[in-house]
T-cell receptor
Framework: DQQVKQNSPSLSVQEGRISILNCDYT??????FLWYKKYPAEGPTFLIS???IKDKNEDGRFTVFLNKSAKHLSLHIVPSQPGDSAVYFC??????????WGAGTKLIIKP | NAGVTQTPKFRVLKTGQSMTLLCAQD?????MYWYRQDPGMGLRLIHY???????AKGEVPDGYNVSRLKKQNFLLGLESAAPSQTSVYFC???????????FGQGTRLTVV
């Protein structure tokens, strides 16, 4: 049973527009939620995180929103740039700091 | 800044062969992890370590063994490789209490 789900395998967005990546989870005990970005042939790199006690965290063009009642979080990228094309993973931390990962969403930014 | 280094980057094994993947980190991190990534799936935790000399099983530990004899190194062993272990393996590390983990570049393993 997947505890962290990313239901969209891919997403295509026009350059300059907003990209919205979604993630759902089932375990209400997760402490933190993180977004990682992954380019081909590289390891994932940390992008942004949010504590379970907050509903929004912003870092430059990236904003993560958390809706605990819906067990849903989303990553907004505004404006989208060609370098944003990558696979984005949503992950959640357990009490012992293990990371539970979603399957990833491939974001394609069109010129 | 080396960060997290994995060796080798690529390997082809025959069924039944053994091998060891090495992960080294130079950030003095307490926690280290081994993940595998398969097509259409997120990263799945194989084994992890919260400190030198300690290891624990993750989500998919069967067929793998690990050792953490030194704080900076985390070894993943396959005693008798099977085609089902064809995957991309990632090592990661983080400070105790930190949420962000740092990843190596990955090892692409093919078992034929």
């Amino acid at each position: 049973d997947q505890q962290v789900k990313q239901n969209s395998p891919s997403l295509s967005v026009q350059e300059g527009r907003i990209s919205i990546l979604n993630c759902d989870y089932t375990n209400s005990m997760f402490d933190y939620f993180l977004w990682y970005k992954k380019y081909p042939a590289e390891g994932p790199t940390f992008l942004i995180s949010i504590s379970s006690i907050k509903d929004k965290n912003e870092d430059g063009r990236f904003t993560v929103f958390l809706n605990k009642s819906a067990k849903h979080l989303s990553l907004h990228i505004v404006p989208s740039q060609p370098g944003d094309s990558a696979v984005y993973f949503c992950a959640a931390t357990t009490e012992d700091y293990q990371l539970i990962w979603g399957a990833g969403t491939k974001l394609i930014i069109k010129p | 800044n080396a960060g997290v280094t994995q060796t080798p980057k690529f390997r082809v094994l025959k069924t039944g062969q053994s091998m060891t993947l090495l992960c080294a980190q130079d950030m003095n991190h307490e926690y280290m992890y081994w993940y595998r990534q398969d097509p259409g799936m997120g990263l799945r935790l194989i084994h992890y370590s919260v400190g030198e000399g300690t290891t624990a099983k993750g989500e998919v530990p069967d067929g793998y063994n690990v050792s953490r004899l030194k704080k900076q190194n985390f070894l993943l062993g396959l005693e008798s490789a099977a085609p089902s272990q064809t995957s991309v393996y990632f090592c990661a590390s983080n400070r105790q209490g930190a949420t962000e983990a740092f990843f190596g570049q990955g090892t692409r393993l093919t078992v034929v």
